[in-house]
């Protein structure tokens, strides 16, 4: 039997933005909303299983009841820009996924669906509404039911007439009247005043109707029936705002709403560009589209021509012959961590022949040559992923050198926005014979298995031919787009300095780990006792229902939101709660402790290498759209630092030598130094030029006031809206950091602009320049193309506009720091300095360093780092040392 879904787009995108915590793929876009709506569509997909189905959407911000109430919808404010860049991105989504869209000019959402509905009903088909708006159930009918969508966008209430009866005592009809009397804030729906649901309720019960109410006031007294007659317009109007329309001119027929399940081929792409990695596996879909009908054949040939040799011990020697030859390579290992990856087996590729050679024989005696060839940094070699290659040899114990072109890392460069591209990507990009895919050959999980040598073998050595060919195709590439420089004289040589930052790992001193841990366990046992004491009861803190029904039903404060199972429980509620009670700040002092407990305690205890003693992060190049590195197998970057006990963390860190020290380095504001130089403006320059605290003078030039009027507030709403403009915040954001309302913080963010008209030049004239070219690049040309910057969809443009303005400042810093590293290690090489680089984090460079080299140093390292770049404004770094990190900062 037929089976209608008709979806509420619009209000189920705002409920699912509001609901979600923040989420930010790789290129930036906020995505939370969009992943909310998809997760709560996928689930009405699986347990209803509808035959048709529609997502209908409001077409703009006029409709026809604006005719008659131009307040109507007037109290709501502008959508926040991180909710409106969304929606092109739903829309997107939603066609991949094969579910039809409508939206009508002049009309609502809930026009085209009642319409819609109306029909369907008329017809005998089976419909269902999903929307968290309870205008809704006015639709409810024999055949249509109203699944309204509470806590967020995870939990359903249906409703049939039966349901509503139930709850309101009322026919779906009536839901109309009710909202005539009581009306509706978020839809500027005055209703009469004073009259909520229950007063609205019992006038029901007892007349009827809004016109039933109206014409028996006399039975009324008092106050309510004063109100009644005077809001009596206002009544009648409400309920015909109120009233869904069910006559939408409709161009649409049945047909164009059939659904017939989700669309393989353009789903998987589509969930894959947003990195909604959790839905691609719930679905099992890959994330790249199938190869056209008549392709594969001809992929298959092409690939079965190439000459492809499976090395056995008898053929190393003809193979070493033909070292001099082989440009490219692909190294297979197996894990995520190439610190405990195992090599599987090596393609090597020449343009006449490919090889591959089995792990087990590259280790033998016999294989001398070849592994002296893999270590040779003078035989120049094309790979992908070379970083991690060299990781993985190293681990087993074979050297790498000579990485000259790798091909993830240049598509990288050449498109950033496309994170972490595949191999099999890559050939397809490129027009090269199409890569089987791993989970193919190997299985994926529990079922990972090696393959036979003969499958294993062809798949490898067509990895390495695929890389010689991309490599051709990818260096015009870089000389068309001037970004050799960048790729051969920083991103490629940085590859290597992390490779070898990675191989030395930074010591831990297990024993003041454990310690620490003992500490920590110890403050976790008496915020426990504490927050027991005070709340009179034992009970699980970390069971967010438990500590719900503590909170707000046993101390009574007030709910700030709820999900699926109670009382919403989160950080950003409990900051909320916060000045309401003093429990409220010891829980959240405990979930901080039970974090670092958790997470930085046991966690780097697990990955202290036994055999070294250290911990061994892995930098991942290709991941972040700006150019900064990333950090995993531990993660080292976001050890928090803004509480002493978070910093603690650090003291573990030492140097692995007896009589060295710690050294580390931090650039000083470099992003807004980075902004001072590209914007040229000469009150933020006059503040770096005369090394005065940046966030102190913005907040004297915005306020205008003299330094020792600048109070903690001013100095806070300063960084705020400094650091703001630096990552293109919005008002709603900044209202957010600061706690402020949004219109205050705009008149904050147009204020700054007024001062520092330096940059509100740099960035109108950075959009017009990226809407010229499609893209803007760095101080070192490194680019970020922007195809939406042209856009007619204004949420699209706007989302380009600010990645626009951004970007050049975000990307400038992260290549500065990088230089400094490519210029450090150098130094060190030429001077013969035994001083090792460690760690990079975001902005700073840790170093172990031995005594007698501690004081060239100390000199060395600010001059290189602030030599790294020349801009009109010095860049400086601060630089501290000690016995373990913690000392060095």
Not at 517 to 525: C, H, V
Not at 598 to 612: D, F, R
Request: aromatic share 8%; charged share 25%; proline share 4%.
């Amino acid at each position: 039997m037929d089976k209608l879904i008709l979806i509420d787009g619009n209000n189920i995108i705002y409920r699912a933005f509001f609901a979600m915590p923040p989420l930010t793929n790789t290129a930036g876009q906020q995505t939370n909303a969009v992943y909310g709506f998809t997760t709560m569509l996928l689930r009405l997909i699986e347990e209803h299983k509808p035959t048709h189905m529609i997502v209908a959407f409001d077409a703009g911000k006029v409709t026809f009841r604006h005719e008659g109430y131009e307040d109507y919808k007037g109290g709501r404010q502008k959508t926040p820009p991180e909710l409106s860049e969304q929606f092109p991105l739903l829309k997107d989504l939603l066609k991949n996924l094969g579910v039809p869209q409508f939206e009508i000019g002049n009309y609502e959402a809930d026009d085209i669906i009642g319409t819609i509905s109306r029909q369907a009903d008329e017809a005998g088909r089976q419909v269902m509404i999903v929307s968290g708006d309870k205008d809704m159930l006015q639709l409810a009918s024999e055949h249509t039911t109203v699944a309204l969508i509470r806590k967020g966008v995870t939990e359903v209430e249906l409703y049939g007439p039966e349901q509503i009866r139930e709850k309101y005592d009322l026919t779906p009809e009536q839901i109309i009247d009710l909202k005539g009397l009581m009306g509706d804030a978020s839809d500027n729906i005055p209703g009469v005043p004073g009259v909520g649901e229950k007063t609205a309720l019992k006038l029901l019960h007892q007349f009827g109707s809004v016109e039933g109410v109206l014409a028996g006031t006399g039975e009324l007294k008092g106050k309510m029936k004063e109100k009644l007659e005077a809001h009596a317009e206002d009544a009648v109007m409400s309920k015909k705002l109120a009233t869904i329309y069910r006559e939408v001119p409709l161009e649409h027929s049945w047909e164009d709403m059939v659904f017939n399940g989700i669309s393989a081929d353009t789903a998987g792409p589509a969930l894959a560009k947003l990195e909604f990695k959790s839905l691609l596996e719930r679905l099992s879909l890959s994330a790249y589209a199938p190869v056209a009908d008549g392709e594969e054949g001809a992929v298959e040939v092409e690939a079965a021509t190439l000459d492809i040799s499976i090395v056995s011990e008898e053929e190393l020697e003809a193979l070493s012959e033909a070292l001099p030859s082989i440009s490219a390579l692909h190294v297979e290992s197996n894990g995520d961590n190439p610190h405990r990856a195992e090599v599987i087996g090596v393609g090597l590729s020449s343009l006449e022949r490919h090889y591959y050679v089995p792990f087990e024989l590259l280790q033998k005696p016999a294989a001398a040559k070849l592994r002296d060839w893999l270590g040779d940094e003078k035989a120049p070699k094309s790979g992908y992923d070379l970083h991690r290659a060299d990781l993985a040899l190293h681990w087993q114990g074979i050297a790498f050198a000579g990485a000259a072109h790798d091909v993830q890392l240049a598509a990288y460069l050449l498109d950033p926005t496309e994170a972490n591209q595949n191999l099999n990507d890559l050939a397809t990009k490129y027009g090269l014979p199409r890569l089987s895919p791993d989970e193919d050959v190997f299985g994926k999980g529990a079922k990972y298995k090696i393959p036979e040598l003969e499958i294993l073998g062809n798949h490898v050595a067509r990895k390495s031919a695929a890389v010689l060919g991309i490599a051709q195709k990818q260096q015009q590439e870089l000389i068309e787009t001037a970004m050799t420089g960048l790729f051969e004289d920083l991103e490629m040589p940085l590859s290597r300095i992390l490779a070898d930052m990675e191989k030395q790992g930074i010591a831990v001193n297990e024993g003041d780990l454990k310690e620490l841990g003992k500490e920590f366990e110890a403050q976790i046992s008496k915020l426990v006792t504490e927050i027991y004491e005070i709340c009179g009861t034992e009970f699980n803190l970390n069971s967010p229902k438990q500590l719900g029904e503590i909170l707000f039903v046993k101390l009574g404060l007030p709910v700030v939101k709820k999900t699926k199972t109670g009382y919403s429980t989160d950080a950003e509620v409990l900051e909320k709660l916060a000045p309401y009670h003093d429990v409220v700040r010891l829980i959240l002092q405990y979930r901080t402790i039970a974090k670092l407990q958790s997470t930085y305690v046991e966690g780097l205890l697990k990955e202290i290498s036994p055999k070294t003693g250290k911990v061994h992060t892995f930098y991942r190049q290709t991941i972040a759209a700006t150019g900064r590195l990333s950090s995993q197998f531990p993660n080292l970057q976001n050890i928090p630092i803004r509480l002493e006990e978070g910093r603690k963390i650090r003291k573990v860190f030492v140097p692995s030598e007896p009589g060295w020290s710690i050294l580390a380095a931090d650039y000083s504001q470099i992003e807004l130094r980075v902004l001072a130089h590209i914007s040229g403006d000469e009150r933020m320059k006059e503040a770096f030029l005369h090394d005065m605290d940046i966030h102190t003078k913005t907040a004297m030039d915005v306020f205008g006031v003299t330094a020792d009027q600048v109070d903690s507030n001013m100095r806070r709403a300063a960084k705020a809206v400094n650091f703001g403009i630096v990552y293109g915040i919005s008002d709603y954001g900044l209202s957010q950091n600061l706690n402020i309302p949004r219109k205050e913080a705009a008149q904050f963010i147009e204020q700054y602009f007024e001062v520092y008209q330096g940059v509100r030049r740099y960035m109108d004239d950075i959009v017009v320049e990226a809407r010229k070219h499609g893209y803007v690049t760095t101080l070192l040309e490194r680019r970020r193309y922007l195809p939406e910057i042209n856009a007619k969809n204004f949420n699209l443009r706007s989302f380009a506009e600010r990645t626009a303005m951004n970007t050049p400042i975000q990307g400038t810093a992260a290549d500065i720091i990088k230089l400094a590293m490519v210029h450090m290690d150098k130094a060190l090489f030429e001077r013969g300095l035994k001083s090792r680089m460690l760690l990079q984090v975001h902005d700073e460079l840790v170093f172990e360093v031995p005594e007698d080299e501690m004081e060239l140093m100390k000199t060395l390292l600010p001059e290189i780092m602030g030599g790294a770049l020349q801009l009109s404004v010095p860049l400086k770094a601060e630089v501290s040392f000690g016995s373990n990190w913690y000392e060095a900062k």
